[in-house]
């Protein structure tokens, strides 16, 4: 098991820029697949990107492509979701998702480790 979490959420501006991070305890971080998942009110939690566990290959949800960049330092355990060109519908509850895997995950059932959730407000 691993222990996620997040931070740098916040209030912004339409057009403006946040950077999340989420922070991980546990051993052997490296073989975690990582997530970033949000929920907006009334609306299911949807994947917004994944990183594989070296971090060469990333999946973004068309949503976000070209806005959100996922990255991560292995080294200090800790996931990064930088988000560009906020839009007021990007508003939601962000979530740092963790599975260990050999493979990129694409659904949010499957991903078993999640964090409390940061709060973005992206104001028109």
């Known amino acids: 098991q691993v222990q996620l979490v997040e931070s740098g959420g916040g209030l912004v501006q339409a057009g403006g820029s946040l950077r999340l991070s989420c922070a991980a305890s546990?051993?052997?971080?490296?073989?975690?697949?990582l997530g970033w998942c949000r929920q907006a009110p009334g609306k299911e939690r949807e994947l917004v990107a994944a990183i594989m566990r070296t971090g060469g290959t990333t999946y973004y949800a068309d949503s976000v492509k070209g806005r959100f960049t996922i990255s991560r330092d292995n080294a200090k355990n800790t996931v990064y979701l930088q988000m560009n060109s906020l839009k007021p519908e990007d508003t939601a509850v962000y979530y740092c998702a963790a599975r260990q895997g050999t493979r990129l995950l694409y659904r949010v059932q499957d991903y078993d480790n999640w964090g409390q959730g940061t709060q973005v407000t992206v104001s028109s």
């Open positions: 546990g051993r052997a971080f490296s073989t975690y697949v």
